[in-house]
């Protein structure tokens, strides 16, 4: 069994920052991509930032230069530090992984539960 687990989101005025976890745990034999996801009430859940096996990293135009994301290979856990926060930052954030369990076996993506992040202006 496989569990994805955030920590980190709260509430913030505009401008601050928050650094969101996401812990990876189980019988796990790789994790190849890593990515974060987010999705604001009414819209659909969309991702803005990803992270390959090597570190090699991705993000969507209204974070970049804001947000960074990062990973821990020994601890299979992913990082995203966010800065200069804004009220259009408020969502829902999902971590992602795409995770093999054996050397044999296929990988699939497995999600976190979500974690609420809250700006206000």
């Known amino acids: 069994q496989v569990r994805l687990v955030e920590s980190g989101g709260g509430w913030v005025q505009a401008g601050g920052s928050l650094r969101l976890s996401c812990a990876a745990s189980?019988?796990?034999?790789?994790?190849?991509?890593m990515g974060w996801y987010r999705q604001a009430a009414g819209k659909q859940r969309d991702m803005f930032a990803s992270i390959t096996s090597v570190g090699t990293t991705t993000y969507a135009g209204s974070v970049k230069g804001r947000f960074t994301i990062s990973r821990d290979n020994a601890k299979n856990t992913m990082y995203l530090q966010m800065n200069s926060l804004k009220p259009e930052d408020t969502a829902v954030y999902y971590c992602t992984a795409d995770i093999a369990l054996g050397w044999r076996n296929p990988s699939r993506d497995y999600w976190g539960q979500g974690t609420q992040v809250t700006v206000s202006s």
């Open positions: 189980g019988s796990i034999f790789a994790i190849n991509d």
